[in-house]
């Protein structure tokens, strides 16, 4: 009788350590998600805020090639205005070309 009730003491002091480890370990697994978690949501805010940077840099750039993109395209209408002869020349050199090139890549 006394063994058995040793056997019971021993099984319930089994029992209660496993599962004082069962809470340790779901403390564990709670604690590494809240870390886990807290890591996630930094690379979240820092993939963010890379993605706003780079569109914000982009915006400048577009803006930059737009603005000099205009200013091109003005210094090019008046450029013809005033050089009406030139820039028939110029185009008509450029339809050469491109015609030469045509006829040279055809033959080959």
Do not use: C
């Amino acid at each position: 009788m006394a063994n058995t009730s040793l056997r019971k003491a021993s099984l319930q002091s089994m029992e209660a350590e496993i599962e004082s480890l069962l809470k340790s370990l779901e403390s564990l697994k709670d604690d590494a998600s809240d870390e886990s978690r807290r890591t996630l949501k930094t690379l979240k805010s820092n993939a963010e805020n890379a993605l706003k940077h780079s569109r914000h840099l982009l915006a400048d750039a577009y803006e930059e090639v737009k603005v000099k993109t205009r200013e091109t395209g003005i210094a090019t209408r008046d450029y013809a205005q005033e050089h009406p002869w030139t820039t028939a020349g110029v185009a008509v050199g450029a339809l050469g070309l491109l015609a030469a090139y045509l006829l040279f890549k055809r033959g080959h």
